[in-house]
């Protein structure tokens, strides 16, 4: 009796040894298993991606018989080994579906979403619920309320990349016949609305499941009335607006066979799904596919008449500033860059004539999971007279009453005036005032302003003889005079030599009496006839005299506010390529 006793006893643990063992998974596999890493001989399915980890459910040694959510890192594409995530709150429920994350930035709170069975009651359907985590350990989960847990079955909650749309799957009444899928908005306060049958567009009067927004908007789920054969499909729908999408279609092979596929996930470029599909380690595995057909990006420098160089440098950034790549633009404009299906870049471009302006534009790349893309992106070159940056000069301190720039020459000859009484002896000309000592500290101010101004025009006449002009292009040279708001003597005159200037369409007679409006006229004048003559011993303005166009205003009393009477007696230059 002892012995049939033993006998008994070493039969029922070599059952249950070999119930609990799981076959290991053959050294051939199926097209896009995940092999033994991720996937048993048990069924490991409802994959989900948050960030660069992988969640599905399992029922594998490690878990007691009963199905908890493991989680992976995906590591340069890679997958790590699975571990129980014992930090979340699900595992402490009963037929549990994968979890749903969302990182609230305006609240700073991660929000957990998931289905099982609702201990509190003896329904028996999975309710949706909520935990949330503000940095101190996950909430005590709760049913999802205002009537998306109901005494039906709710289940694969899902939410979109924003946080504003919430998927599931719901058999409540009023539905398109099993299982359908629902969404429900997030309303300002935080709360979930009622939830709305996606409609027979997107429903089947079989099971649709699992649903997933991807990152470009698309909508993904698995379902059985799409495919004729009872088993599940993944199925895609292009969307139309936020919440709304165009008559779903079937997937083609590899990603559906006549076997179950369901819960897809995706992860860059990969769709994630779980199919129990022949070659596989046993039951449910987890598979990934290429999702999207190769992208190529081809780009374009164009210029509308404005003569700039086209080649220059581009350079692409991803969503994160991060630079990837960086390349020299041809003389034609054209480049190319490599870029990934559903992925965010910033490309900026720059141009040598531009040395300013960095013009960049974001985009999303797109997916096309039936054939290759090819995107084109083009960048317009502004207008050759917005592309030079004008420079502006002041020349201040001119010595009262007087029209000559305060240079240290100018001063001496001024001083010379006043030792011969050819000047401020006589009413006319006591307008002028004597140039006391310290009109040197001005001289000196004055002398470097002029030789400053000087230097640019050189500098923009470089410019004229380089490559980012069309050979067109003139530099224009305005300047315009100021006085002091002090009144002049009815018997000011202007004593020195005539002025005939035709370019200007300037007259002025010795004698003519003296205003602030001409004094303004004469002090740009002979600030042109400073510069001109500094000029004409340079043998790069000689060969660009002609190219070079004067403009002479004199617009009278500077009545800017807070200004002394020094700084409004001046001049002001700009100097500019047109």
């Not at 016949?177 to 049958?197: A, I, K």
């Not at 990152?215 to 199925?235: C, M, R, V």
Request: with cysteine; glycine share 8%.
């Amino acid at each position: 009796m002892m012995m049939k006793i033993k006998i008994l006893f070493f039969l029922i643990t070599m059952i249950f040894i070999s119930c609990k063992s799981i076959p290991p998974c053959p050294e051939e596999l199926e097209i896009g298993n995940l092999g033994k890493i991720i996937n048993t001989g048990l069924d490991d399915h409802l994959p989900v991606v948050y960030g660069d980890t992988l969640y599905f459910t399992s029922a594998r040694e490690e878990s007691d018989d009963k199905e908890l959510v493991f989680m992976s890192q995906i590591i340069d594409g890679k997958f790590t080994y699975p571990v129980i995530d014992k930090s979340l709150p699900i595992n402490k429920f009963q037929k549990i579906s994968s979890p749903a994350f969302f990182f609230n930035k305006q609240s700073g709170v991660q929000e957990l979403y998931f289905a099982a069975l609702n201990p509190k009651t003896k329904k028996g359907n999975r309710d949706i619920f909520i935990s949330l985590d503000s940095g101190k350990g996950w909430s005590n989960p709760h049913p999802l309320g205002y009537k998306i847990s109901t005494e039906n079955y709710e289940s694969h909650p899902s939410l979109s990349t924003d946080g504003t749309i919430l998927l599931f799957s719901s058999d409540r009444p009023g539905g398109n016949g099993d299982v359908d899928l629902y969404l429900s908005s997030r309303q300002n306060d935080g709360s979930w609305s009622e939830p709305v049958n996606l409609g027979k567009e997107i429903n089947t009067p079989k099971a649709d499941i699992a649903p997933l927004i991807a990152p470009d908007d698309f909508l993904y789920f698995a379902s059985k009335g799409y495919g004729g054969d009872s088993t599940y499909d993944i199925i895609k729908a292009e969307p139309v607006k936020k919440g709304s999408w165009q008559k779903p279609r079937k997937m083609k092979s590899p990603i559906n066979t006549n076997f179950d596929e369901s819960g897809p996930a995706i992860w860059n470029n990969m769709l994630i799904l779980s199919s129990n599909r022949k070659g596989g380690c046993g039951g449910f595995d987890i598979y990934s596919f290429e999702l999207c057909g190769p992208v190529a990006l081809e780009g374009e420098i164009v210029s509308i008449e404005s003569g700039i160089p086209l080649n220059g440098k581009v350079e692409l950034y991803d969503n994160n500033k991060n630079k990837l790549n960086e390349q020299d633009v041809a003389d034609d404009g054209k480049f190319t860059l490599p870029v990934e299906a559903l992925k965010t870049y910033t490309i900026k471009y720059n141009n040598i004539c531009l040395p300013n302006t960095t013009m960049e534009q974001d985009l999303t790349t797109p997916c096309n999971d039936t054939s290759s893309v090819n995107l084109q992106v083009k960048f317009t070159l502004p207008e050759e007279q917005n592309m030079f940056q004008t420079e502006e000069f002041v020349v201040p301190f001119f010595v009262t009453g007087y029209y000559k720039p305060n240079t240290s020459d100018n001063l001496e000859g001024l001083r010379m005036k006043f030792a011969y009484n050819i000047i401020g002896v006589a009413d006319s000309t006591k307008y002028i005032e004597f140039p006391g000592p310290e009109y040197d500290d001005y001289s000196a101010q004055v002398d470097e302003g002029i030789d400053n101004v000087i230097e640019n025009i050189l500098k923009t006449i470089e410019q004229l003889s380089g490559p980012c002009t069309s050979g067109k292009n003139g530099i224009t040279i305005h300047i315009t005079g100021y006085a002091d708001p002090r009144m002049l003597s009815e018997f000011s005159r202007y004593f020195e030599d005539d002025i005939d200037d035709e370019d200007f369409d300037i007259h002025i007679s010795r004698g003519e009496a003296m205003t602030n409006e001409l004094l303004s006229t004469l002090r740009a004048y002979y600030t042109f006839i400073l510069l001109s003559s500094k000029l004409e011993d340079s043998k790069e303005f000689q060969n660009f005299q002609d190219r070079v166009k004067w403009e002479i205003e004199g617009k009278g009393i500077d009545e800017k506010p807070d200004l002394s009477n020094e700084m409004r007696r001046r001049v002001d230059i700009k100097v500019s390529i047109k």
